[in-house]
């Protein structure tokens, strides 16, 4: 990666120093805890200067044909896939996902980046005459468009370092957006390596920033700073909600955490749900917000649906990211030992584990718990991990009541052959998504995808991401 490509504050890769003013430097430790990399920890003086640069960048960004920029967006996603190994080697690597998915998200990234191009141009905004209102004249033409808020501070979390960056960049910049990204600690030099590929697609210099430093020096100053005009966040519910008191009139969307249930009721294929299930609560260890994070079962066939969960559950390989295995240590010491609280407490509680529970450091094994009752903690709090806690309930009603006690509100999934009671029990959850006979999951990454209560604000998904960085804008012509 040569230094002129680079986006304008630099960072190292172990022995590659590339441009960044800054001395300070935060290390990237991998789940395992080897060093893997440092990034600059910049300054808020260094933030200031690249914020004061972005804000003029984007006039002229935004006058650049859209088709021009279009071409350069298609370009970013052919460079992703030219370099799709080195970046899926770097995003296994830092964040400890298995080298097929790591692989599997930077194809995600091209084609999220080429429906984005598609969608953008589609966009003309729409003509009104005054005559449809009372009073009003035909003679009053007002013409309605689309134009970019500015510019866009995209924050994302550590677990799709690259998709999560990409699907916010992406609607920024095809809509006219100037973008700062401040991806996580961990996480970041995937994200250096994707706004490379954009660089070496030829985004002029300065659309886009790439911030990264220490969350409590630099973040607070980001979200509360007067050059950002949107805030597109994806991460924790209290981080989301700290940004929301910050961030004043400044328009923001929110992906925050989840606690999504999967119900089964008694007349579920119940071997197709628990193929879903357990992939929807093991991939990438549950560490993803829309994993299945609890099960609400029907007690007439809770029996029969555990002894499926622990069959697949012994078929998942527990390794290194390197083997390709499907359970890999979390992202760092702290996720770890918290979820390793939440097992603990829900085994004092009486849960029976229908798996053998192991931890070597990071590494847990994937832990079924079942009989999880309301005491326990992890019948409400998000583990982000490899852990799914079974609820058994009497009925449809209790199934949902459960469901919508939780302070969280992202999707759920329901099983069931009739689908007059999924249709009424969808209708009575209180989330963003309902899932018929599926696992819980945020793609095909077109669809709108959001939280309610603690889970979110707003919408993403691509045309929702569109809409969210941009604001009408209405001129009105009196012939
Ligand atoms: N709903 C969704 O779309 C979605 C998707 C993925 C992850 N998540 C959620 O994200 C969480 C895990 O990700 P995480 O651990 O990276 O989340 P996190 O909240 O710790 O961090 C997210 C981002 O916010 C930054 N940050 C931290 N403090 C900040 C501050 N004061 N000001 C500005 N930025 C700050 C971090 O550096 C990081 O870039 C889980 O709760 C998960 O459910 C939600």
Same mark, same amino acid.
């Given at each position: 990666?040569?230094?002129?490509?680079?986006?304008?504050?630099?960072?190292?890769?172990?022995?590659?120093?590339?441009?960044?003013?800054?001395?300070?430097?935060?290390?990237?430790?991998?789940?395992?805890?080897?060093? =893997?990399?440092?990034?600059?920890?910049?300054?808020?003086?260094?933030?200031?200067?690249?914020?004061?640069?972005?804000?003029?960048?984007?006039?002229?960004?935004?006058?650049?044909?859209?088709?021009?920029?279009?071409?350069?967006?298609?370009?970013?996603?052919?460079?992703?896939?030219?370099?799709?190994?080195?970046?899926?080697?770097?995003?296994?690597?830092?964040?400890?996902?298995?080298?097929?998915?790591?692989?599997?998200?930077?194809?995600?990234?091209?084609?999220?980046?080429?429906?984005?191009?598609?969608? #953008?141009?589609?966009?003309?905004?729409?003509? %009104?005459?005054?005559?449809?209102?009372?009073?009003?004249?035909?003679?009053?033409?007002?013409?309605?468009?689309?134009?970019?808020?500015?510019?866009?501070?995209?924050?994302?979390?550590?677990?799709?370092?690259?998709?999560?960056?990409?699907?916010?960049?992406?609607?920024?910049?095809?809509?006219?957006?100037?973008?700062?990204?401040?991806?996580?600690?961990?996480?970041?030099?995937?994200?250096?390596?994707?706004?490379?590929?954009? %660089?070496?697609?030829?985004?002029?210099?300065?659309?886009?920033?790439?911030?990264?430093?220490?969350?409590?020096?630099?973040?607070?100053?980001?979200?509360?700073?007067?050059?950002?005009?949107?805030?597109?966040?994806?991460?924790?519910?209290?981080?989301?909600?700290?940004?929301?008191?910050?961030?004043?009139?400044?328009?923001?969307?929110?992906?925050?955490?989840?606690?999504?249930?999967?119900?089964?009721?008694?007349?579920?294929?119940?071997?197709?749900?628990?193929?879903?299930?357990?992939?929807?609560?093991?991939?990438?260890?549950?560490?993803?917000?829309?994993?299945?994070?609890?099960?609400?079962?029907?007690?007439?066939?809770?029996?029969?649906?555990?002894?499926?969960?622990?069959?697949?559950?012994?078929?998942?390989?527990? #390794?290194?990211?390197?083997?390709?295995?499907?359970?890999?240590?979390?992202?760092?010491?702290?996720?770890?030992?918290?979820?390793?609280?939440? =097992?603990?407490?829900?085994?004092?509680?009486?849960?029976?584990?229908?798996?053998?529970?192991?931890?070597?450091?990071?590494?847990?094994?994937?832990?079924?718990?079942?009989?999880?009752?309301?005491?326990?903690?992890?019948?409400?709090?998000?583990?982000?991990?490899?852990?799914?806690?079974?609820?058994?309930?009497?009925?449809?009603?209790?199934?949902?009541?459960?469901?919508?006690?939780?302070?969280?509100?992202?999707?759920?999934?329901?099983?069931?052959?009739?689908?007059?009671?999924?249709?009424?029990?969808?209708?009575?959850?209180?989330?963003?998504?309902?899932?018929?006979?599926?696992?819980?999951?945020?793609?095909?990454?077109?669809?709108?995808?959001?939280?309610?209560?603690?889970?979110?604000?707003?919408?993403?998904?691509?045309?929702?991401?569109?809409?969210?960085?941009?604001?009408?804008?209405?001129?009105?012509?009196?012939?």
């Amino acid at each position: 990666m040569g230094q002129e490509t680079m986006v304008d504050v630099g960072f190292q890769l172990t022995g590659d120093w590339l441009q960044c003013s800054s001395k300070r430097r935060l290390e990237i430790v991998s789940p395992q805890g080897e060093v =893997i990399g440092r990034v600059p920890a910049m300054t808020r003086e260094e933030v200031d200067r690249a914020l004061s640069k972005s804000r003029r960048v984007q006039k002229e960004w935004a006058k650049v044909p859209l088709y021009e920029r279009g071409q350069i967006l298609l370009t970013w996603a052919d460079e992703l896939i030219k370099r799709s190994d080195e970046i899926a080697d770097m995003i296994m690597k830092e964040v400890g996902k298995k080298k097929s998915s790591a692989k599997d998200e930077v194809t995600r990234t091209a084609d999220l980046i080429r429906y984005t191009v598609e969608e #953008g141009k589609r966009i003309h905004g729409e003509m %009104m005459k005054g005559d449809s209102f009372q009073g009003g004249s035909a003679g009053k033409v007002a013409i309605i468009e689309r134009e970019a808020l500015g510019l866009v501070l995209a924050i994302s979390p550590f677990n799709y370092p690259v998709n999560l960056s990409a699907a916010k960049l992406a609607p920024a910049l095809i809509s006219g957006n100037a973008v700062v990204l401040k991806p996580a600690t961990q996480g970041s030099i995937s994200a250096l390596l994707m706004a490379d590929a954009l %660089m070496t697609a030829g985004l002029p210099k300065g659309v886009l920033h790439v911030v990264t430093g220490r969350g409590s020096e630099i973040g607070d100053w980001l979200v509360a700073h007067p050059a950002i005009d949107m805030i597109s966040f994806t991460g924790g519910t209290k981080t989301g909600q700290d940004i929301a008191r910050k961030a004043g009139m400044i328009p923001t969307v929110l992906e925050l955490g989840g606690k999504d249930p999967a119900i089964v009721l008694e007349d579920a294929d119940v071997e197709k749900a628990a193929g879903q299930i357990v992939s929807g609560a093991f991939s990438y260890s549950g560490q993803r917000c829309t994993a299945i994070k609890r099960v609400l079962v029907m007690e007439e066939v809770a029996d029969q649906l555990v002894e499926q969960i622990q069959k697949k559950v012994e078929g998942l390989r527990v #390794g290194l990211p390197e083997d390709d295995a499907d359970v890999t240590p979390l992202i760092d010491s702290a996720s770890a030992d918290f979820v390793h609280s939440l =097992i603990l407490d829900a085994l004092e509680k009486g849960a029976v584990s229908r798996t053998e529970y192991r931890k070597e450091g990071n590494l847990i094994s994937p832990t079924v718990l079942d009989h999880v009752t309301e005491e326990m903690r992890v019948s409400w709090e998000e583990p982000f991990g490899p852990v799914l806690p079974i609820i058994r309930v009497t009925s449809e009603q209790e199934a949902v009541e459960t469901a919508n006690q939780s302070e969280y509100g992202l999707q759920a999934s329901v099983f069931t052959k009739n689908m007059d009671k999924a249709f009424s029990i969808a209708s009575q959850l209180d989330v963003g998504t309902v899932q018929l006979n599926g696992k819980t999951e945020r793609g095909p990454d077109h669809f709108p995808f959001l939280g309610v209560k603690k889970s979110g604000a707003g919408v993403q998904g691509v045309r929702k991401s569109i809409e969210s960085m941009t604001r009408e804008k209405v001129t009105v012509l009196n012939l």
